[in-house]
């Protein structure tokens, strides 16, 4: 690096005073340099604005210093990001889980409400499916009355009924699928809250002498398998 005498600083300040501007500026070799102008291909390298005094009164950085702030601070952001979010997923999961021991104050009562709701999805499926089955069955005797007639008008007739008819099979079949998604929904939700509604229970259970309360008893187990069991057969019935 070269040494810059006290003289030659001196005329350095005596140039800055008269052009008004010193900078100072160090190149990929670590060479130390002093004008009043910065060269464009040292810009890159950033530089020290000088003051009257020759102290530093503004910084440049460079070009790579810069890249590097840049990415520093885009890593610092995305792991707030990411603490923000895990923070509001925590909340968010207690929050579910004291409203869940809130509306079920049995695993019992739980057990019933949803197998009520699963219930009754099954029975508007099964509807749905009769009636969709009862207007196929229309639309099939109407397509062959609408081969035997011969009279123009007569067919034009039935032909917009065959088209209403078929608009109706679309509405049920759309009905009885978006259903079906609901009730798989259900059974999914259900297994998911009655797992976590004992898991809940059972963290919060005492231990008296040493004796885990919540590991003595093989009923909740027994009740869940019998539940699906039952549920799996009303599935079927629907299908």
């Given amino acids: 690096m070269k040494k810059i005498s006290i003289i030659t600083t001196a005329l350095l300040l005596l140039s800055f005073s008269a052009h008004g501007a010193l900078y100072r500026w160090i190149d990929e070799k670590g060479n130390v340099f002093y004008s009043d102008k910065i060269p464009p291909k040292a810009a890159k390298h950033g530089h020290i604005e000088l003051d009257q005094n020759g102290l530093?009164?503004?910084?440049?950085?460079?070009?790579?210093?810069l890249k590097e702030l840049e990415a520093i601070k885009k890593q610092r952001e995305l792991l707030l990001a990411e603490k923000k979010q895990k923070a509001k997923k925590a909340t968010l999961k207690?929050?579910?889980?004291?409203?869940?021991?809130?509306?079920?104050?049995?695993?019992?009562?739980?057990?019933?409400?949803?197998?009520?709701?699963?219930?009754?999805?099954?029975?508007?499926?099964?509807?749905?499916?009769?009636?969709?089955?009862?207007?196929?069955?229309?639309?099939?005797?109407?397509?062959?009355?609408?081969?035997?007639?011969?009279?123009?008008?007569?067919?034009?007739?039935?032909?917009?009924?065959?088209?209403?008819?078929?608009?109706?099979?679309k509405v049920y079949q759309q009905a009885i699928t978006e259903n079906i998604i609901e009730q798989n929904k259900l059974n999914q939700r259900f297994k998911m809250d009655l797992k976590r509604y004992d898991s809940l229970v059972l963290k919060n259970k005492p231990v008296v002498d040493n004796i885990d309360l919540s590991k003595t008893s093989k009923e909740p187990r027994k009740e869940m398998i019998e539940s699906e069991k039952k549920l799996s057969k009303e599935r079927k019935i629907s299908g």
């Fill in 56 to 65: 530093h009164k503004k910084y440049e950085l460079s070009l790579a210093k």
């Fill in 94 to 169: 207690k929050m579910q889980d004291e409203q869940l021991l809130a509306i079920y104050s049995t695993r019992e009562e739980l057990i019933n409400v949803f197998n009520n709701k699963i219930k009754m999805a099954a029975t508007t499926i099964k509807i749905l499916k009769i009636r969709h089955k009862k207007l196929a069955e229309r639309l099939a005797k109407t397509e062959a009355k609408y081969e035997k007639m011969k009279n123009p008008a007569f067919k034009q007739t039935i032909t917009k009924k065959i088209e209403n008819m078929l608009d109706g099979l």
